[in-house]
């Protein structure tokens, strides 16, 4: 049995937190293979060390002191050497992180050092062998993924490697720059360690019960999610449910490996099972409710435009000419709108404008800003009748006005826009109806 475990910077923020990741290392010689975070925030005041790590490069490339900030890093691996009695010193390390500031080796470089040093810290820490991500995750030129190279050379290195330590969070050019996943990324290493060992599970321990119904700080102490799988929660965390980020699914989904999402503070609670499929029926209608603000939408009306050959063609090719992406694009047969990302689509408004009345000459054409979109998931709405209906008559009934509704044919998925004003009031309503009402 093998199983990966990432723990989130939550997990490793001080060394009272290291020493709960410890036990629960040492409590399963399974758990082979540990994918660290950079310390992440004591409180809700405390700031990550990925943050400050950033706040150091932009201080430095601006000419300014980076100093006091690189202090207060170091103030945070120290603290947590001394906390766990480490015989470790990473004098020499921050010696030469100094000396790649002042030579401008990169944004990405500076951010992926919290991700390194927790590494380092880590391995010295359970005795396992430290393992650099820059060696076994590869990106090309274009900064993409290497996923296939990534996956030959990582399994080749861990082959004869019995327990190791490989941080979160970023990988390496060809030529050796340093290069992170987006923010939360190392979620994503976690998945190709997974991948990469043919893992029996993949362990993503982290500061709640599990991927919960929706998220925590719109819904006081949200239910649990048992089992989801992997198709729902990519749904739920493109649309915006932070616990694992979007990307780290793919590469366990294409080995069957589950991943379990678990409290680092509560080890001994179940937390969430995310499998390819189940026969498991869900508690509730839905399995979780996500969603994102900032979204404009663009409605076009033109009289008979359904039978105007390559009419949404010529619409979308507007769009692709400025490189903006569409979420969503419910239609009528005189009509049809546009859900696009606010900040996306701001700078290049009027020339899109102007762009879709010379493709396509609409009678009218309307745009909203300040939108935001839910998605209301779940298994078990394919079997269960008037799912529509009652979202329309809670939000009713909470005073929001719906924008748009938009039912996915696979019927396991309704999105679902309103103003921002009322997103958080919809997702309430949404919960209390399906969870609060239902238990
Ligand atoms: N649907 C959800 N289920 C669980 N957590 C969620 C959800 N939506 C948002 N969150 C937030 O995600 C946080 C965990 O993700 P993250 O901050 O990336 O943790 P870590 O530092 O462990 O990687 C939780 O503390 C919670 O506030
Ligand atoms: N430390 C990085 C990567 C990461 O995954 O962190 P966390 O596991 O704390 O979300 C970040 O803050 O983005």
């Known amino acids: 049995m093998k199983k990966v475990v990432k723990f989130g910077g939550s997990s490793l923020a001080s060394a009272r937190q290291f ?3 410890g036990e629960i290392i040492w409590s399963d010689k399974s758990r082979r293979y540990v994918v660290p975070s950079a310390p992440g925030k004591r409180n ?3 700031e990550k060390v990925t943050d400050l790590l950033y706040q150091c490069y932009d201080a430095a490339s601006q000419g300014r002191s980076y100093k006091k900030i690189l202090e207060k890093i170091k103030n945070r691996y120290n603290d947590i050497i001394d906390g766990l009695g480490l015989d470790l010193n990473l004098d020499h390390e921050f010696q030469r992180i100094e000396e790649n500031f002042v030579a401008a080796v990169g944004r990405d470089y500076a951010g992926s050092r919290g991700e390194y040093l927790n590494g380092l810290v880590m391995a010295c820490y359970l005795n396992y062998e430290f393992i650099d991500a820059a060696e ?5 030129d274009n900064g993409n993924l290497e996923a296939e190279y990534t996956d030959h050379e990582l399994s080749e290195r861990l082959a004869n490697v019995e327990r190791a330590v490989i941080p979160g969070f970023y990988g390496a050019k060809h030529d050796g720059t340093i290069k992170t996943f987006s923010r939360g990324g190392s979620d994503v ?3 190709i360690v997974a991948k990469a060992i043919h893992a029996d599970m993949y362990e993503n321990w982290t500061d709640v019960s599990g991927m919960l119904v929706t998220d925590p700080r719109i819904v006081e102490n949200p239910e649990v999610i048992e089992t989801v799988t992997y198709k729902e929660l990519r749904e739920l965390a493109y649309m915006g449910a932070s616990v694992l980020h979007e990307d780290a699914i793919f590469p366990v989904r294409k080995e069957g490996i589950p991943i379990n999402i678990r409290n680092t503070n509560r080890p001994e609670d179940k937390g969430t099972l995310i499998v390819e499929s189940t026969c498991r029926k869900p508690r509730h209608t839905i ?12 409605n076009i009306e033109k009289a008979m435009m359904n039978s105007e050959v390559g009419f949404g063609r010529r619409v979308l090719s507007v769009f692709e000419q ?3 992406n569409f979420e969503h694009m419910p239609s009528g047969i005189d009509t049809m709108t546009i859900y696009v990302h606010q900040s996306e ?3 290049y408004e009027q020339s899109v404008i102007a762009g879709i009345h010379r493709a396509v000459e609409p009678d009218t054409l309307e745009m909203e800003s300040d939108l935001a979109l839910l998605a209301v998931v779940g298994r078990g709405m394919r079997s269960a009748r008037g799912t529509a209906g009652r979202i329309f008559s809670a939000l009713a009934h909470a005073r929001v006005n719906v924008k748009m509704i938009d039912q996915g044919s696979s019927e396991w998925n309704i999105i679902i826009g309103v103003k921002n004003d009322d997103f958080e009031t919809a997702i309430k309503a949404i919960y209390d109806i399906f969870v609060t009402a239902e238990l």
């Open 19 to 21: 020493k709960k990741v």
């Open 44 to 46: 809700d005041k405390d």
């Open 136 to 140: 076994v995750i590869f990106f090309d």
């Open 189 to 191: 290493t976690g998945s």
């Open 287 to 298: 399995t979780g409710i996500a969603g994102k603000k900032g979204f404009c939408s663009i």
């Open 322 to 324: 400025y490189g903006i």
């Open 345 to 347: 689509f701001e700078d």
